[in-house]
């Protein structure tokens, strides 16, 4: 069985820093592509960033570029988001979610239960 | 960046009832258009990807058509449990990009 645990979500103050983990099992992880998605409170979804199962391709939603940086262990099953000069408009819910199909930009089959980032003072 | 944009925003029916949702890219997608169901509080569920081809486990109910710029799902009789958020996302170029939903109500 696919499985996604998401964590690392919290409270951070405006300008700080964050690090989320995806922690992944029933699947090899080390041959598909992986991605962040996010939900802000009451908003529709937006894609984050995408990396491929290698780590070797990534790609970056223009309202992340620079400030996040996606990553994967593929000696842990894990893969990461680290989140930099963190805005009030980056508060959302952030799902890790796996691609259907080993060499392609996607859908996504499996998706985390999510883990809520709250970027205030 | 494609923008899709779904319509109607709202769409309330009965159970029973057919429902047909609208997703239009603002260039050519080919097929490369997937659908998600979402329920309040739980996470996206993949319904049709590559515009027409059901995910694993998807009732028969659902359906999806389309290519190019215009695409439909389709719910052929409303159960209980497809009252909720539908997503229209686009695989053809970076950036990825998901439409603002369609809400189904009863």
């Known amino acids: 069985e696919v499985q996604l645990v998401e964590s690392g979500g919290g409270l951070v103050q405006p300008g700080g820093s964050l690090r989320l983990s995806c922690a992944a099992s029933?699947?090899?992880?080390?041959?598909?592509?992986m991605a962040w998605v996010r939900q802000a409170p009451g908003k529709g979804l937006e894609w984050v960033s995408r990396?491929?199962?290698?780590?070797?391709?990534?790609y970056y939603a223009d309202s992340v570029k620079g400030r996040f940086t996606i990553s994967r262990d593929n000696s842990k099953n894990t893969l990461y988001l680290h989140m930099n000069s963190l805005r009030a408009d980056d508060t959302a819910v952030y799902y890790c979610?796996?691609?259907?199909?080993?060499?392609?930009?996607?859908?996504?089959?499996?998706w985390g239960q999510g883990t809520l980032v709250t970027v205030s003072s | 960046e494609i923008v899709l944009t779904q319509s109607p925003v709202t769409l309330p029916l009965s159970p029973g009832e057919r429902a047909t949702l609208s997703c239009r890219a603002s260039?050519?997608?080919?097929?490369?258009l997937a659908w998600y169901q979402q329920k309040p509080g739980q996470a996206p569920r993949l319904l049709i990807y590559?515009?027409?081809n059901r995910a694993t486990d998807i009732p028969a109910r659902f359906s999806g058509s389309g290519s190019g710029t215009d695409f439909t799902l389709t719910i052929s009789s409303l159960e209980p449990e497809d009252f909720a958020v539908y997503y229209c996302q686009q695989r053809s170029n970076w950036p990825l990009t998901f439409g603002g939903g369609t809400k189904v109500e009863i």
């Open positions: 979610a796996k691609n259907l199909a080993v060499a392609s930009s996607g859908p996504f089959d499996y």
């Open positions: 590559d515009a027409s």
């Open positions: 990396i491929s199962g290698s780590g070797g391709t990534i």
């Open positions: 260039q050519s997608v080919s097929s490369y």
């Open positions: 029933g699947f090899t992880f080390n041959t598909y592509a």
